[in-house]
């Protein structure tokens, strides 16, 4: 701790990330089983990454927003896990404010952008389905540039917002965050400062940014599921569920385990189990969005199976070869 002093009180330099902590026994196995997740996301978002760029099949508006959204997980995951395996291997807890702040930037900054993104991958399916005789028309490319790149540049603008009123913020009480990462609510907890006006900027904040996307999903998928059901054959009722059900799914995970940790009341007895839902749109979410992609989507498997041909046919040219 340092200890430069304001009045009688000391101003607190590191936080302590207490997140698993209470399970001394359990440290190693949850290091293996975090690393194998963090191996398996990072392996499987750069792999549906690779496939989109590589495969002129998939050039499409659908695997573009899919190939931002797994850009989006891998630096997702990437901003809790590394902390939480080297915590869990080295024992070491702590944290800086300044470190603590950063990973809250680029949670908040990549939680929003992913609330927007699944929005925008929810109106592509709704456009392709309900509307597909305009769909090349409004779903063309400067269009979709133009969403991603608007998604990304607000996301990026709710979260300085939200960092510099943190940044403004004074630490100099209890240093422990109950959490296994630096989570908004367990952070603003530790400060000594006023926080009513910060908490209502930043409450009217993630309204703004997360509101219109739930809505704007909510509303697409209830049309689109409209627009199935009055299909006549059943060939085109499964055809059109199958392009959507793997964005379904995954905005089904994400929103339902947010809504979870952030609508329950904050009591001692939940908050373990916050920990747990936690765990599922910060580092299940992540890991299950390539392999949902990947096993439900047939151009995604025709794509892997041509990479994978490609790929044996070299090394037997490679093993023919002096």
Known sequence: MANPEQGNQTVLTEFILLGFGNLPELQIILFLLFLIIYIVTVA???????????????????????????????????????????????GDRTISVSGCLTQYYFFGFLAVAECCLLAVMSYDRYVAICKPL????????????????????????????????????????????????????????????DTRMMELITTMLAAICTLPPFLLTLATYVCIITTILRMPSTTGWQKAFSTCSSHLIMVSIFYGTIMIVYMLPKTDTLRD???????????MTPMVNPLIYSLRNREVKEALRKVVTKYSAVKRIQTVLP
């Open 44 to 90: 499987g978002n750069v792999l549906i990454i690779v496939l989109v760029v590589a495969d002129q099949q998939l050039h499409t508006p659908m695997y573009f927003f899919l190939g931002n959204l797994s850009c989006l997980e891998t630096c997702y995951t990437s901003t809790i896990l590394p902390r939480m395996l080297a915590s869990l291997l080295t």
């Open 134 to 193: 305009h769909y090349e028309a409004l779903m063309n490319g400067r269009s979709c540039l133009q969403l991603a790149v608007g998604t990304w540049i607000s996301s990026s603008l709710m979260a300085d917002i939200t960092i510099f009123l943190m940044r403004q913020l004074t630490f100099c009480g209890p240093n422990e965050i109950d959490h296994f990462f630096c989570d908004f609510i367990p952070v603003i907890k530790l400060s000594c400062s």
């Open 273 to 283: 189990l916050n920990k747990v839902f936690s765990i599922f749109y910060t580092v």
